[in-house]
């Protein structure tokens, strides 16, 4: 794929993570630039974030930070794909001012998740201002991440 010609949107979200149904929860690639991602997501009517005693939900803190922290796998993907690189793995390491208008999200509910770069370092740590959008603001939140290419890497870090 030559990511560097193809306009964001058209390219496969698959391409972009190692994710794999269900756990891949974006549902397409709205932009890209070297300092932010759009993406979308549509809540799904069952599966590992939802609610036993509420069905038809799904827990909004659970599957929104899983959500933001799947675009901003999918911004590092998609440099991955613009410089040949192999797609990398990524770690949540915290969430900072997490803030939620609901507890729930219902099926089918159409978001759209801003991942915003505010700073990244050579060691591939990242921090990112999140947003969750459904025609309103739904979820914030600040999270730090860590990129590596082999989880070796982190496997070394704590020894």
Do not use: K
């Not at 979200?13 to 979308?40: F, K, V, W, Y």
């Not at 803030?99 to 990112?128: K, P, R, W």
């Amino acid at each position: 794929m030559n990511t560097d010609r193809t306009p964001p949107e058209q390219i496969p979200i698959e391409d972009l993570l190692p994710h794999r149904a269900p756990m891949l929860l974006l549902t397409g690639l709205l932009s890209a630039s070297p300092t932010q991602l759009r993406a979308s997501a549509t809540v799904p009517e069952s599966g590992l974030f939802e609610l036993p005693l509420q069905p038809g939900c799904v827990s909004a803190a659970a599957f929104g930070l899983e959500c933001m922290a799947q675009a901003i796998a999918a911004w590092d993907g998609y440099f991955c794909c613009v410089t040949q690189q192999p797609i990398r793995t990524g770690l949540i390491l915290g969430a900072r001012d997490f803030h939620s208008a609901h507890a729930t999200f219902a099926a089918g509910t159409y978001l759209q998740i801003s991942a915003d770069l505010v700073m990244q370092t050579d060691e591939g740590i990242g921090v990112f201002d999140c947003t969750i959008n459904a025609g309103a603001v739904m979820q914030t939140a600040r999270l730090t991440v860590l990129t590596v290419s082999d989880l070796e890497e982190v496997r070394n870090l704590a020894r």
